[in-house]
């Protein structure tokens, strides 16, 4: 039902895979990782994105392509400076085509702990028209 | 000469070959890590990133998804352990899963620290899935400044 539009290479770091592109703002993208389990009622997506906030996440689904974006701010500790790196921070993007309809109206999201839930309920499926054939 | 920085830093071991201890840290990543099973591919979960301070070490890991209840942090002399567990996410009978990447499962690492800290003034946050732990030397272990008198 959900197929990964855009394909990147893996690399290291928790959850996060590879950057997508340059942005303009000078931050590597990542593709973090994601579940998707769909349910009779709809499409649950969990996606991780540490760092962060409620406020940082843009979501938009237009065409049965849905995008995810977060925005990480970045943070030094104050009076501190790196000494040692295994992860950076980034953005994260993820693109995803839904093959059912979605009941755009009642899409929920929210991102707690860093986590993104979103819950995609599907449309009411149109009723399939029954044509009958008469004999001549 | 202008060689060498003037920070408080040059006169500290650690400080004065930063990439030994960076060397010896990533040995043990390497190595005390969690079984594999546990459900992370990477050798070293979390991702740890460490920030240096004057007297003090800050460490900041990603745990997205966790629950500050769920993180267990133990500091003894100069080694730190974290460890803690996610749980899969519950879903009905009927569910199908299309996509299972992130990781569940326990999770231990310990993590050499560049020096002793003081167990009693540890600190730690957790906010939008980052941890902070802040670890500060203790006063007697510091460096001193040794003045030099002329004769």
Known sequence: MTQDVVKKNQSQGNGNAEMAGETTRGHPVFRPFTDICETEGGVVIAVDMPGVGQDDVDI?????????????????????????????????????????????AN?????????????????????????????? | MALYPTSAFTRDPFFRDPFAAMRRLQDEFDR???????????????????WQGEHSIALTAELPGFKADDIDIQ?????LTISGQRSAPEVGEKAVWHLRERPTGKFARTIRLPF???????????????????????????????AVKSA
């Open chain 2, 75 to 79: 500091v003894k002399e100069d080694t």
């Open chain 2, 32 to 50: 005390a890590f969690v079984p594999r099973s546990a459900g992370y591919a990477q050798a070293g979960f979390p991702a740890v990133n460490m």
């Open chain 1, 107 to 136: 899409i929920k999201a929210a991102v707690q702990s860093g986590v993104l839930m979103l819950e995609l309920p599907k449309a009411e499926p149109a009723k399939p028209k029954r044509i009958e054939v008469k004999a001549a």
């Open chain 2, 116 to 146: 002793r800290v003081d167990a009693e003034s540890v600190e730690a946050r957790f906010r939008d899935g980052v941890l902070e732990i802040e670890l500060q030397r203790p006063a007697e272990d510091r460096p001193r400044r040794i």
């Open chain 1, 60 to 104: 938009t689904l237009e065409k049965r392509v849905l995008t995810i974006r977060g925005r990480r701010q970045r943070k030094t500790p104050e009076g501190y400076r790196l000494a040692y790196a295994e992860y950076e921070e980034g953005d994260y993007e993820r693109v995803f085509s839904l093959s059912d309809e979605i009941d755009e």
